[in-house]
């Protein structure tokens, strides 16, 4: 049977008359029937795999009307998203792969998408609406204009001047532009301020998203700025779904399998975990009815962010960087070699583990034990490069801190620094084989000038304020372990180089 295109009008066929697999579909009521309680900003794979299947569920089971998603793109790349979106009345599907098979599920939960560059006073009267209760972000590191080093917002970048000028308050281009104009409305109309809750991989992801939007809105005007900072709400959460790029193989793979036609759909794992704060400031849906952990105290939610970005987070760096040197494609191809399957688990019980608190009710032994069964995951074919992706963001949350940790109490951190060595190889865009690869990263051009100053000695790129603090520079025992790493990987490569990192 010919695939049938995903809209409103075949979902009833889609459902009934599937290929060889069932496929669920929602029978909630969308469109005008609901409300969109959440805008969310950035809606990419992981949005789609995560937020959005949690409102999927909750409207599907629970009847939920008031948080359908409006979601919003800023970036000129966001248009391809606008379009697959409309082209099927912003249904998609989620392919969840595993051992057990490929089961697959039509998502209903975002309602209506707007684009910003089409018009972003759009934009702002739909944050600023009544029926908004939550603008959710994922927009990755670099959207926060986040100093690691002084954790400062870069007021100086020229986005953030661009937005900072009074005559672009209308047509801002950053998401903290969007934020405030839509608050200021807010305030001027006697409405309560969203929540802003954002869904991004940063260790206190909405402390540091109150501290940048706070320090905005006080360049701009001091009362918007004292109204967010004592009505306005930034819970901290914890996100985990591994979600892979989609590629053109899953777009067939869906329409023979289930008979589906999707513009992009979504290929992710089994898996998903969200632990949040319960701090709203304008009421949110029963998220604790879908498996979500909504925890009172911020403590805990901290203590959830740093297992995870230190673990899996961690973990995924030491398999990205140096497998792409090494030439692999796949997270679960780098893991397939047992020294590198070594390398991980080793890196995650000596090095990374006995720096983290104990979290009542959680294994970390089995909490490890998961995550290798994560990555060795072959059916997602999770891309290197979609790891490598923005280092400048990743390394100092992900590996930096876990090494700042180890010198504190002087514990060991030779892998660590390995995988630090491989990055400021990777810097440069060629592997061992001598290919060129594509780096994508936001200071790609910084870095590469550092890295090519620096040879093997690290102190170039440490230099750069805004990813490392002063300390780790000044630590004479760190300098020496990292630079024999990038030493060693230089003359020998990154497969000749790693059994000496592994016991
Ligand atoms: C990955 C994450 O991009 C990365 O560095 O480690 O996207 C990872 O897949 C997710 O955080 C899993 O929750």
């Not at 496929?23 to 805008?39: L, N």
């Not at 972000?137 to 953030?160: A, C, F, K, M, R």
Request: charged letters at 25%.
């Amino acid at each position: 049977m010919a695939p049938l295109k995903l809209s409103n009008k075949n979902l009833s066929q889609i459902a009934s008359t599937a290929g060889e697999h069932q496929v669920q579909v929602p029978t909630y009521q969308r469109g005008d029937a609901v409300k969109e309680g959440i805008v969310h900003v950035g809606v990419g794979g992981f949005h789609r795999a995560h937020l959005a299947v949690y409102v999927d569920q909750l409207m599907q089971k629970h009847g939920e009307k008031n948080y359908a998603i409006c979601g919003v793109g800023l970036q000129p790349f966001d248009a391809a998203m606008r379009d697959a979106l409309g082209s099927q009345d912003h249904l998609y599907t989620v392919i969840e792969r595993s051992a057990k098979g490929s089961f697959a599920h039509v998502v209903g939960a975002i309602n209506s998408y707007l684009f910003a560059p089409d018009d972003r006073e759009a934009v702002i009267a739909k944050m600023a609406h009544p029926d908004t209760h939550i603008v959710s972000l994922t927009i990755t590191e670099s959207g926060y204009y986040y100093n690691e080093n002084t954790h400062e917002l870069q007021s100086e970048h020229p986005d953030i001047q661009y937005d900072l000028d009074p005559a672009h308050e209308t047509a801002p281009r950053t998401t903290f532009g969007f934020l405030y104009a839509a608050l200021a409305r807010r305030h001027q109309q006697g409405l309560k301020p969203f929540t802003v809750m954002s869904c991004d991989n940063m260790q206190k992801n909405g402390s540091i998203t109150r501290h940048m939007l706070e320090s905005f809105a006080r360049l701009k005007n001091p009362t918007i700025a004292e109204w967010i900072a004592t009505q306005g709400a930034f819970p901290n959460a914890m996100v985990d779904r591994i979600t892979p790029q989609t590629s053109a193989a899953d777009k067939t793979a869906l329409a023979d399998k289930f008979s589906i036609e999707d513009s992009w759909p979504v290929v992710t794992e089994p898996f998903m975990q969200w632990v949040i704060e319960d701090q709203f400031a304008d009421g949110r849906p029963p998220f604790e009815k879908v498996g979500v952990q909504v925890v009172k105290n911020v403590h805990d939610v901290e203590q959830f962010e740093k297992h995870k970005l230190r673990l899996l987070n961690g973990s995924h760096s030491a398999l990205g960087y140096p497998g792409q040197l090494a030439g692999f494609q796949y997270v679960h191809e780098v893991m397939e070699n047992p020294t590198f399957n070594k390398f991980v688990w080793q890196m995650m019980q000596d090095e990374v583990k006995p720096l983290l608190p104990d979290i009542p009710g959680v294994d970390i032994d089995e909490y490890c034990k998961t995550l290798m069964g994560r990555f060795e995951n072959p059916t997602i074919m999770d891309q290197l490069p979609r790891i490598c992706l923005n280092a400048s963001g990743k390394i100092p949350q992900f590996i930096m801190p876990s090494i700042a940790e180890a010198i504190w109490v002087k514990a060991p951190f030779r892998r660590l620094c390995f995988v630090a060595a491989a990055w400021f190889r990777y810097v440069n865009g060629i592997d061992d084989a001598g290919n060129k690869f594509q780096v994508d990263d936001p200071m790609r051009d910084e870095l590469q000038a550092k890295a090519r100053a620096g040879g093997t000695k690290p102190h170039e790129l440490l230099s750069i304020k805004t990813l490392f603090g002063d300390d780790l520079r000044s630590d004479e025992r760190f300098l020496k372990q990292i630079t024999q790493a990038m030493e060693e990987i230089d003359r020998d490569g990154i497969l000749k180089t790693l059994p000496k990192y592994v016991d």
